[in-house]
C-alpha cells in the first residue's frame, strides 16, 4: 500500500496498537515513559513515533484537534496495519464531583460532532471496545489510581459550549466533554477494530473553568501531574492487551 497522504506512513511503518493523544507534544511526552522510541514520520499536526514499553512494540500517533482531524489518523493508520487504538487526551468535566486532575475512562460518548456523522446515523452508539475498556479499568486499579468510568461527550465547537449545552448534558449525566472520542470509537467499531480512551480532567464547565482560564500554561499543575499517570495506566493496558 502507498504512503499514506497526511501521516506519511506505510505498511510496515508502525504496530499493532497505537496510543493517540491530540497534541504533537504529548506524543514526546508519552515516548519518555518509554524503554525507548524512534520517531517514524512528522507532517501537519500528526507526529507518530514507535516506542517499546515493558517488551511490547507500539506506535504513538498525534491526532490534531477535532474528530476531523482524528479520523484521518484513524483511517490512515488503521490501513497501514494498527488494530487497537486508545486516546490519551484530556477532557473538561461536566459533573460537580469532577474535579480538575481526575481522570476518566469513556464507557460511550456521545455525537454533539459531524464527522462521525458522515460515517453513520447518530443514532448509533459510539462505545469503546470492552477489552480496551476492561484493560484500562484494570491498569488504573493495578497502578492504585482512581478512575470515574462513565459516558463522556464528543463536541466540535470549543468555543461554543453554552451554559443550555453543559446544563443538558449535566442533566444527562455525562462525566464530560472533549472533541475526539466519539469518532474514533465508531470508525473503529465500523473498521472491525477496537478503540478505548482514558482522559485528565483540565476544568470543569459546571464550575465554569476551561483549560488555561487561572494559568498562562494550557494546563493546571495537578492536571499536568495526572498526565503522567494516565500515561502510565495506558502504556500498562497495552502490555495487557498485547
Given at each position: 500500500m502507498a504512503k499514506q497522504p497526511h501521516l506519511l506512513v506505510e505498511e510496515g511503518d508502525v504496530h499493532d496498537i497505537a496510543l493517540i493523544p491530540g497534541d504533537p507534544g504529548r506524543?514526546?511526552?508519552?515516548?519518555?515513559?518509554?524503554?525507548?522510541?524512534?520517531?517514524?514520520?512528522?507532517?501537519?499536526?500528526?507526529?507518530?513515533?514507535?516506542?517499546?514499553?515493558?517488551g511490547v512494540d507500539l506506535t504513538i500517533s498525534s491526532t490534531g484537534i477535532g474528530c476531523p482531524s482524528a479520523a484521518i489518523a484513524v483511517e490512515e493508520l488503521a490501513r497501514v496495519g494498527v488494530e487497537t487504538f486508545i486516546r490519551v487526551g484530556t477532557i473538561g468535566g461536566l459533573q460537580e464531583h469532577v474535579e480538575i486532575g481526575d481522570m476518566i475512562v469513556a464507557t460511550g460518548a456521545a455525537?454533539?460532532?459531524?464527522t462521525s456523522k458522515r460515517y453513520e446515523s447518530e443514532v448509533y452508539p459510539a462505545v469503546p471496545d470492552y477489552d480496551v475498556l476492561t484493560s484500562l479499568v484494570d491498569a488504573s486499579e493495578a497502578n492504585d489510581e482512581e478512575v470515574h468510568v462513565g459516558p463522556i461527550?464528543?463536541?466540535?465547537?470549543?468555543?461554543?459550549?453554552?451554559?443550555?449545552?453543559?446544563?443538558?448534558?449535566?442533566?444527562?449525566?455525562?462525566?464530560?466533554?472533549?472533541m475526539e472520542a466519539a469518532t474514533v470509537f465508531s470508525l473503529a467499531r465500523r473498521r472491525g477494530l477496537s478503540a478505548g480512551a482514558i482522559c485528565t480532567v483540565d476544568?470543569?464547565?459546571v464550575a465554569g473553568t476551561q483549560k488555561g482560564a487561572d494559568s498562562d500554561d494550557e494546563l493546571p499543575d495537578k492536571a499536568k501531574n495526572n498526565v503522567a499517570r494516565a500515561i502510565d495506566i495506558a502504556l500498562d493496558a497495552v502490555v495487557d492487551l498485547a
Open positions: 506524543v514526546d511526552r508519552i515516548a519518555s515513559h518509554c524503554d525507548d522510541s524512534e520517531v517514524v514520520a512528522e507532517n501537519r499536526e500528526y507526529k507518530v513515533v514507535n516506542a517499546t514499553y515493558d455525537k454533539e460532532e459531524g461527550v464528543s463536541d466540535d465547537a470549543f468555543y461554543n459550549e453554552s451554559d443550555e449545552y453543559v446544563a443538558d448534558w449535566n442533566d444527562a449525566g455525562l462525566l464530560a466533554i472533549e476544568g470543569n464547565l
